[in-house]
């Protein structure tokens, strides 16, 4: 292959850059297209009289299969009433309510202290993905400090559940329970868990597909390990910059332009990888920091979306975005980390690729950029209809 | 055929072969993942079924021994031999995984892992010469065997095929950094080759150990 | 290393499968601790291991590899619940034995002193093998014993180094001669 190769130190103009970046572009898609983080979630909402309004939000199996199930149970919008009943959930726990015969909701469902006494019956509307419960209980004897919530069945869906409670007095607690802490007692100074933070800040990484095929994309084009780590490291302050500066309220952007060009971010990132392996050069072949810097940019608004998914403790602000941006590089390192891991294995093990297999990492990173653009762009389209 | 690779001749046997087992894993990847990626969404936030496997692999010391006893084993064998296990056990595990998936084959007895652990490891801490004919025989007939008994427990679990894929993968990457590691190590001077030794008698002795826990 | 952390990273952030680990981190630790607990174990491992390095370099290479698997395989024999007679007396003197050896800086054939060494090796992995306790993660605890016995045997090892100056030598020697004298107490407490 006289092409790609002039410095036979190069690091991913070795073939096994190509040869591995080739499996790796084949497995991308295995993880699904899915990238936001989606757990159920519980709004509750304590009223100046001392009522709480409750808002139950689950997912349906229709999102957890990402396919069209054949009847979904009901039309967008549409609502179902519900009767109280003697019935009981899934896991054997006494249901509050009898759930709709056609529900397709996630089988697991809130747990709240048992002297919470119902106010009004719950309306239930099937939204696009997602079943929204909402009702409220009476002012409980003893308000709600001490109070227990919780959410069963997590372990059986392997989900989560972001509680968020916005107590009279104007205090707010946001959690993440999980199948291993599935519930949150309510205290009076209440210690915001920051944990999940770090743990959201990795799994949003490590799901975040576009996001590593872009780094793998700049890794395809980096000739030694000095621009390599000049452009990581540019990446890295870029999209950490846009992160704070969105989480922290100074700018914003919406969220399905933002998806399109990222999109084209990776697309972009395509050709220029042919361009490298033909040995052309360009401006982004030259100074492959400055893309990365530039769309490091955009990528940080994609991570501040994945953070809000979450909310964000009252007061804790800039540590929870600490320890969400610490998690993300853990992610982005370690997946550097394994490829260039990769990479020198494929050397020492002297692998040779055929000439396909060493032009598909190229194609997967523009073909799949290619793809979510379209895709982006349909939705936003469809959005705007 | 697989003849001309960049322009040049491949002369040696154990090349091509290399070289066509590394194209059918390749062609065998793109189809598989392309087929999979319809079914395997996320379900929700627990990383996915992919990530599952990944995990439910790393999480399995039994099983990363015997991936790794066959990275020593393959890596002490030179590139070449490091080569053919690269491909060919991922492909065999993953191939012996859905298969035990099915249910149709048992082979699962409570001492096949430690055997399985105790062969690896006496070859690696044997360290002789293997015939060329052995090299791609060996990473698949323990690769399915592994594989196999994956598959059975991957039901068992609630791992699915992208999660059998995961399992693939993970062994794939494992192999890769390991073998490469070994045979950067047993280039070296000649103690350096006797820790991979060890390393394959520990093996070894583990599986001897876990043959008598499962059969008392 | 790459790998190592990414898998780190993935371990990190699945807690939903934490409670896996529960009992299975109490078999290592059994495992890790079972060979160091007893002190005639640790006397005759580490004393394997100041031989291998007085013996120099075919032994030094051999026994390392060959010992764990003896051993196992004296487990394997416990295990199975096949009998060996006198396993308290073989592991007091394997520790006079190999005491003597090092004290004597003895430096007999290669296949003598493998011979020797695998012979007690299969009395200490006896023992084990028979005190192995019942609930525990098979392979953690077997991964935990064996790399305990595999770094007491490395201690050996290591110390067995300073054979290259003479004060060291002598120093060897001296540990020998501790080794063995363990081993005649160890004896006596099995006998009487």
Redesign the interface.
Known sequence: MPGGTRDPRALCRSRAGFRLAGLLGCLFPLTGFAHEIRPAYLDVREQADGRLEVSWKVPTLAAAFGEQLPSLPAAAGQQYPVARSGEHEACGCPSLWARPRSSLAMPIHPVFPEHFKVLSPPRVEALEDSELWTWSFEPPVGGLDGAEFGAHGLDVATMDVLVHVVTADGRVVTRLLTPAVSSLTLTADQRVQLGGYLRLGIAHILLGVDHLLFVLGLLLIVPDRWMLLKTVTAFTVAHSLTLAVATLGYAEAPLEPLNVTIALSILFLGPEIVRFRRGETSLTIRHPWVVAFAFGLLHGFGFASGLRTLGLPAGEIPLALLLFNVGVEIGQVGFVLLVLGLVTSFRVLEVRWSRPARALPGFAVGSLGAFWFVQRLVIMASGWR | M?VS???RCVSKRG?RLA?RI??LG?VT??LI??C??TQ?????????P??DG??HL??S??EM?GVAGMALLAGLGG??F??IA?FTLPLAWLAGSMLGMTGRINLVFPAATGLALLIIG?LV?WDRALPPSMKPVIPAVFGLFMGLMNGAAATAGSLRM?GL??VA?TV???V??L???T??LAGRPP?TR?VV??A???I???G????????? | MGSLLFLAVIVGTLPAQAHVEGDMAGGLTAGLWHPISGLDHVLAMVAVGLWGAQLGKPAVWTLPVAFPLVMAFGAFMGLMGIGLPGVEIGIAVSGIALGAMVLAEAKPPLWFAAALVGLFAIFHGHAHGTELPEDASGVLYSIGFVTATGCLHGCGIAIGLVHRWPVGRIVLRAAGAVVATGGCLFLWRAVA
């Open positions: 697989p690779l960049e322009g090349d070289n590394s194209r390749l990847t793109v993942g392309g999979a990626s395997a969404h996320l379900v929700n936030t627990g990383l996915g992919f990530y990944v995990l790393v999480l010391p039994d021994l590139a070449q490091g080569r690269l006496m801490a992208s894929i995961g993968a794939f990457v494992l890769a950094l073998a490469a590691f045979v950067w103690w006797i030794r060890v394959g008698s520990w070894a002795a583990i001897l150990l876990l043959t008598g826990w499962a059969l008392r």
